[in-house]
Nanobody, 125 residues
Framework: QVQLVESGGGSVQAGGSLRLSCAAS????????MAWFRQVPGKQREFVAA???????????YYTDSVKGRFTISRDNGENTVHLQMNSLKPEDTALYYC???????????????WGQGTQVTVSS
């Protein structure tokens, strides 16, 4: 079983930045595709960003259109962690952010195999 623990959430004013982190408890981290999702009350969980096993100069990363140019996903396979750097935050970015993992890149954006508990991000205007 893979355990994912998020951290770094908080409250920030519009235009500010936050860096989310996700620690994975597994010896097979390098074989997992990783992703971030977010959800607001009454809405479906939304895909935000994903990274495959190995990324090089941004290749192998994917983003939803609304965060392109503002958010950056990265991973450190040596530390079993994935990060989401969020810049130029907007009130509409307010949501509960979840870390996710999948054994195959094919399902990472739609049906991940593992989920974290979530960390709250609140952006005020």
């Amino acid at each position: 079983q893979v355990q994912l623990v998020e951290s770094g959430g908080g409250s920030v004013q519009a235009g500010g930045s936050l860096r989310l982190s996700c620690a994975a408890s597994t010896r097979t981290f390098v074989k997992l595709a990783m992703a971030w999702f977010r959800q607001v009350p009454g809405k479906q969980r939304e895909f935000v960003a994903a990274a495959n096993w190995v990324t090089h100069s941004g290749s192998g990363t994917y983003y939803t259109d609304s965060v392109k140019g503002r958010f950056t996903i990265s991973r450190d396979n040596g530390e079993n962690t994935v990060h989401l750097q969020m810049n130029s935050l907007k009130p509409e970015d307010t949501a509960l952010y979840y870390c996710a993992a999948s054994n195959t890149i094919v399902k990472i954006t739609t049906a991940p195999d593992y989920w974290g508990q979530g960390t709250q991000v609140t952006v005020s205007s």
